[in-house]
């Protein structure tokens, strides 16, 4: 089965609220990765976590390992955040594949 | 500094053609990845290069895809008799090594279209 399980697939927001996007995993991952896919399709890197949190302006992530999970909080959440987000863990087996979520459309309206 | 580099941006190949994709990593970073994203699979990795040796490529289809590394500033990525099934965005990514807590930058993607 998958080893990433993403979710919302679809989030819709209205302009100065927030919300979170959660990744569960089946298996324990050494780091997580979190991206939003800009207008051109590139994958920005949000945040890396090995554990803990990290906090960016209106973004905060935390990533649980040993309960195998992924967090990404967006708060006043403005137009220009619209886009598609991922996560992508790297597992504890010592490869360096990244294995990814299927992706959040995260939708602003006004 | 220009970050990864892919070329071309977009490809439109005829069915059974072949494609080459270029990556350009960023300098000094000696560990490359090569990811395709599709709609009905969405990101899948492919192989991965470190010091232009290829570590794991369990990620590549067994026929007709190859990826070498010849130097330090390229890798590429050959789909020979390329089929529709194949058309995706391949996205290039790079970072250092040894250092567990590097997170690779992407390049922006070719986006492979087979007629």
């Known amino acids: 089965g998958d080893q990433v399980e993403q979710s919302p697939s679809a989030l819709s927001l209205h302009e100065g609220t927030g919300s979170a996007l959660r990744c569960n995993f089946t298996?324990?991952?050494?780091?997580v990765q979190w991206f939003r896919k800009n207008s051109r399709g590139s994958l920005i890197n949000l945040f890396y976590?090995?554990?803990g949190t990290k906090e960016n302006g209106r973004l905060k992530s935390a990533f649980d390992s040993k309960e195998r999970y992924s967090t990404l909080h967006i708060r006043d959440a403005q137009l220009e955040d619209s886009g598609t987000y991922f996560c992508?863990?790297?597992?504890?087996?010592?490869?360096?594949?990244?294995?990814f979520g299927s992706g959040t459309q995260l939708t602003v309206m006004p | 500094n220009a970050g990864v580099i892919q070329t071309p941006r977009h490809k439109v190949t005829g069915k059974g053609q072949e494609a080459t994709l270029w990556c350009e990593p960023i300098?000094?970073?000696?560990?490359v990845f090569w990811y395709r994203q599709t709609i009905v699979q969405g990101l899948e990795f492919l192989t991965y290069?470190?010091?232009?040796?290829?570590?794991?490529d369990s990620g590549m289809p067994k026929e007709r895809f190859s990826a070498q590394m010849p130097n330090q500033s390229h890798s590429t990525l050959k789909i020979q008799s390329t089929q529709p099934q194949d058309s995706a965005v391949y996205l290039c990514?790079?970072?250092?090594?040894?250092?567990?807590?590097?997170?690779?930058?992407f390049g922006e993607g070719t986006r492979l279209s087979v007629l």
């Open positions: 990514a790079s970072s250092w090594t040894g250092n567990n807590n590097q997170a690779p930058l």
């Open positions: 298996t324990t991952m050494r780091a």
């Open positions: 976590l090995a554990s």
């Open positions: 992508a863990a790297e597992a504890s087996s010592g490869s360096w594949q990244l294995i």
């Open positions: 300098s000094g970073h000696s560990a």
């Open positions: 290069f470190r010091n232009q040796a290829p570590i794991d």
